[in-house]
């Protein structure tokens, strides 16, 4: 392994300084180093005890790149962090292959096949994955902060926080100011559920900067641009009251008396920003009297799911970007939401299943209406010339029951028979009706039948065309 890291220093140093970028913030740093890490163990993994180490060629080997999610499980990683580790090498591949270090003697295919091989591994743990987070997200559901608990914290902290500020500028001690740090932000965070770097990054500029666009009494918004989804929603937004605003104001007048070295307005002794805010929140959490030990995550899981429950999609939409929340396409939120329901949520769903299989469907009649037998009559030319454009093959002739004229030469003898029955064997009559002369004679009648026939088909001939 130390031969490896010594063989890629400088190609790794390039590879962070591209992550990092331009004006990198200490946690871009932090990210870029941990990606670096992840893959120089990828890296010792492939190569082993190959002795072909500063041609990169032990890379070729898509069987052991698969194998290795199970590897990192063996070793008691979680599955998401395998998913991690497998991501950043599928970035650095792509970076190996545009720009490969000057010793690689891999080809482009063998590149590509070595990219298509994490590929498959990260496909390949994909259901894992699925599982695994679905079970995440039901045990943070099954403890969510309840809609009573978020209002009982913004009540609370409401009495409490002008207190602390008085506390602050008659007498300053560290425990005062640690109390005002986790009232203040599970107040935000209990109405927002923001991270907590939206806190630990907010600048005395930005709070200074947005006197100027509010308009007592209307209220302030403060937005903060160092957070940790800020390259997908932009700076993070807060919208406070006159009077909470306020609060903000009389804390960076205490503030200036501690002369802090940075520009945070949650200023520790130290350079960086404040790192134990979630544990000032906590305490503050329990001196309210609020049931459970929640951190950010849970206060903004609670938000996100009663804004679920009690929004429609567009309001709910609207509320997650205020909140720099997901719920694209690509969203965890409505992914999960989706797939997890509490057990109300899935009693109503079994009632509109059983509503589709028991209610009466109005629109359509209770028994279809019998068809009509329609006399076919004979295409023109240009439906004969439509009709053969469509498909040029014959059709064969299929028999369908009785023609139309077999059905009225039928009927005209059954007409013709309930007569004879009728009137009896007496002479020759004159049927007014049908205007066809009758006769005792049996030869004769047949021949009186077949002229009416005749007659009717000729009249239907007539009919199909136009009456020629």
């Known amino acids: ?147 009573e608990s978020l209002r009982r914290c913004q009540v609370g902290a409401r009495k409490a926080i002008p207190k602390l500020l008085k506390e602050l500028r008659e007498d300053y001690t560290v425990q ?34 947005a006197a100027t666009e509010g308009r007592p009494p209307t209220g302030y918004v403060i937005r903060v641009k160092e957070h940790k989804t800020a390259k997908d929603f932009g700076p993070a937004q807060m919208f406070l009251e006159p009077e909470e605003y306020d609060w903000l104001l009389k804390w960076l007048q205490v503030r200036e008396r501690c002369n802090p070295p940075g520009d945070w307005v949650f200023f520790t002794p130290g350079k960086g920003p404040l790192k134990n805010l979630v544990r000032y929140m906590q305490e503050a959490w329990a001196e309210m009297g609020l049931p459970g030990k929640p951190t950010f995550i849970d206060l903004r899981t609670a938000v996100s799911a009663h804004a679920k429950n009690v929004h429609v999609p567009e309001v709910r939409s609207k509320v997650a970007k205020f909140m720099c929340h997901n719920t694209a396409t690509t969203t965890t939120a409505d992914r999960y939401y989706a797939l997890h329901m509490d057990v109300e949520q899935s009693r109503a769903m079994r009632r509109h299943f059983e509503e589709a299989s028991t209610l009466p469907h109005l629109d359509s009649p209770s028994s279809p209406p019998k068809p009509k037998k329609v006399c076919p009559r004979k295409a023109t030319a240009q439906e004969e010339s439509d009709s053969t454009s469509l498909s040029d093959e014959a059709v064969p002739y299929q028999e ?13 003898v059954s007409e013709e028979e309930g007569q004879e029955e009728e009137e009896g064997r007496g002479g020759g009559r004159h049927c007014a009706a049908s205007s066809i002369y009758t006769s005792q ?6 021949v009186q039948i077949n002229k009416v026939h005749n007659n009717k088909v000729h009249r239907c001939l007539q009919a199909q065309h136009g009456g020629m």
């Open 441 to 446: 004679d049996p030869e004769e009648g047949d």
């Open 1 to 147: 392994m130390f031969i490896v890291i010594f063989l890629t220093k400088n190609y790794f140093k390039q590879y962070q300084a591209f992550h990092e970028g331009s004006c990198p913030s200490a946690k871009h740093r932090e990210n870029a180093f941990s990606k670096v890490s992840r893959i120089r163990s990828f890296l010792a993994f492939m190569a082993g005890k190959d002795s072909s180490l500063a041609t990169w060629r032990f890379l070729d080997k898509a069987e052991q790149i698969i194998q290795w999610p199970n590897v990192l499980a063996a070793s008691g990683k979680n599955i998401t962090t395998a998913n991690f580790y497998l991501r950043n090498v599928l970035q650095f591949m792509i970076y190996f292959k545009e720009t490969p270090p000057k010793l690689a003697r891999l080809s482009q295919s063998q590149i590509t096949g070595v990219i298509r091989a994490v590929r498959q591994a990260i496909k390949s743990i994909s259901k894992k994955m699925l599982a695994h987070q679905l079970t995440t997200k039901d045990k943070k559901l099954s403890k969510v902060v309840s809609q």
């Open 400 to 412: 369908a029951g009785d023609s139309c004229l077999e059905e009225q030469r039928w009927e005209l």
């Open 176 to 209: 005062l100011r640690n109390a005002f740090y986790g009232y203040f932000s599970a107040f935000i965070a209990s109405i927002y559920g923001h991270h907590p770097g939206v806190f630990k990054n907010m600048t005395v500029a930005e709070v200074r900067g």
